[in-house]
Each structure stands twice: as C-alpha cells, then as structure tokens.
C-alpha cells in the first residue's frame, strides 16, 4: 500500500515538473511575414495579425530550400534584411518570438535586395542633400553675421565721421572767429575738376595776383577754405577739400613766398555752404573750389 502511495506521489511530482518546464520554454509560436527592421540581433516582422518582434539568437537556423527537395541551405542572418518575406518558429508569444528557425525563399531575397538597391540611392540623395543644406545654413549664416558686424562697422564709421564733420566745423569757426577785425581786401576762386585738387595754370595766375597784392601790406592775413560738391560719400568730401585747401597753401608758400604765419590755416568746408546747385553739372562745378581772401588788420591799415 505505501509502495502504491510513492508511486502516485511521484507521477504528480513529474507531471509538476514538466508543466514548469513547458511553461518556462513558452509556447511554440509560428508566423510569417515581412521584416520592416533589422536592428542588431531583434527583428521587426509586419504579419497579418500586426507586428512581431523576433528575436534572433547564435542558435537561430536561417535557411532556404533548394531544388525542388526538402533540402535546405543554411546562411547567415545577415541576409535578413528589410522587405524580405520570411516563415519564422520560436518560443514565445505573438508579439514577441525568440526565433529557433527562419525560412525564406530565394527569389523573395533577390526582391528584397532589388527594393533595398532602390532605396540606397535615394537614402544616399537625402544625405547628400542634408549635407548640402547643412553646409548652405553655414555659409548663410557666417554671411548674415558678417553682414551684422559689417553694418555695425559702418554705424561705427558714420558716428566717427560725424564726430570729425563737427571738431572741424568748430575747429573752423574758432579760427576764423577773430577775423572780423580785418578788412577783405582781395578775394580768388579756385575751381577743380571731379575728384581731383590739382590747381591749373589759370588758377595759378589768379592765386599769385592775389598774393602780389596781399604783400603790399604790413598786416596782412590770406584765409583758405576748401570745398566740395555732394557726388560721393561725407567723408571722401571732407577730405577732398581738405586736399584741395592745401594744395592752395602749398602754392603760397612754395611759388608765392608768402609766409606761413599770414596764412590762416586751411579751412576743410566738405560739402558745406555750396555756391550752386549740386544738382545740375554747372552747379557742381562751382561748387569744387578754395575759396581765398584777403584780409588786412584794421589798427594795421589805420581803418582804411
């Protein structure tokens, strides 16, 4: 009786056993379908019922038929690529399946191939357009900040350049500011050609009149101012007449002989205080000039 008890016992304690190890092994699972992703060891299969994850591990036998047999040829799993239809047998569950064997057809591997050697180039032209994009949005913005830093520049030259327009604007007022104390005895013009400050022989002729006469005095004073028309930039004027102012001064005191401490230091007037229109040509024209004057001390010249 104990004997026939042991027994009993023992066919449950099996029976036990075997459920365990059949529910820790899984159920079998077969299905088919195509692989939509092939990421390290897992694949993604799209299947009637919706999307599998297989599993593959060293033990997985990837195989095809060949002939008309039921031989099949083993290969490697890395022929299992996206768009390959596929028959696969595991451990698992609908959703997820650790794969012991995977099946295929030949011809469903040259299709897939044929897809994938479709899909390189375009994946290739996507790149190569990002890269392209990518560079261009470099480019562009190196341009808009060079663009920024060059208008900042440009704000910086202006703000200077208004600076200097008014140190020389008082500059020339305060020199200029004690000569009304002198009498204007002789005046010239001198008028330039676009762009240039140097003096023609007409205006030589005129300039060494003015200073024959200017040295028929004791106290005596030649003052210079520059000018120029509106063609071109503030700056570029400023400095023309200031050039054209100079040259003047230069001719006075090389060819002339006319000392230095009787002549007012020039005058660089820019675009100020134009004589005519700027905007025909005739009105530019007198506006390119030095204009000379001469001055005599009244306690000098006794009030004459």
């Known amino acids: 009786m104990m004997t026939q008890k042991i027994s009993i016992a023992a066919c449950v304690i099996a029976v036990c056993l075997l459920s365990i190890g059949s529910a820790l092994a899984g159920d079998k699972v077969k299905g088919k379908g195509v692989i939509t992703l092939h990421s390290g060891s897992t694949l993604t299969v799209e299947t009637d019922e919706g999307t599998t994850t ?62 994938q050697a479709g899909l390189n180039p375009v994946a ?26 060059q208008i900042d520049a440009t704000k910086r030259e202006i703000a200077t350049n208004q600076r200097d327009i008014q140190e020389v604007a008082q500059s020339t007022q305060n020199r200029f500011s004690d000569l009304a104390t002198w009498y204007v005895k002789g005046e010239a013009t001198v008028r330039f050609e676009v762009g240039d400050s140097v003096i023609s022989d007409q205006y030589k002729q005129e300039i060494a ?20 028309d509106s063609t071109g930039k503030l700056a570029d004027n400023q400095q023309l007449s200031k050039e054209r102012a100079q040259a003047v001064v230069a001719y006075l005191l090389q060819d002339c002989h006319i000392p230095a401490k009787n002549i007012a230091a020039p005058g660089a007037m820019g675009e100020a205080n134009p004589v005519a229109s700027n905007e025909t040509a005739d009105g530019r024209a007198e506006n390119r000039r030095v204009s000379l004057r001469l001055l005599v001390n009244k306690g000098v010249s006794g009030g004459e």
Do not use: C
Not at 124 to 149: F, G
């Open 209 to 228: 009149a003015l200073a024959q006469q200017a040295l028929t005095y004791n106290g005596f004073a030649i003052e210079v101012r520059g000018y120029a």
């Open 54 to 115: 297989v599993i593959l591990t060293a033990d997985t036998k990837v195989q095809h038929p060949v002939g008309l047999g039921a031989r099949k040829k083993q290969v490697g799993q890395e022929v299992l690529i996206p768009g390959l239809k596929l028959k696969f047998e595991g451990t698992g569950d609908p959703n997820q399946v650790t794969a012991e064997t995977i099946t295929f057809d030949s011809d469903d591997l040259t299709l897939a191939k044929i897809i």
């Open 124 to 149: 290739q032209q996507q790149a190569s357009n990002m890269a392209t994009y990518q560079v261009n949005k470099e480019a562009t913005d190196a341009q808009i900040a060079a663009h920024a830093r």
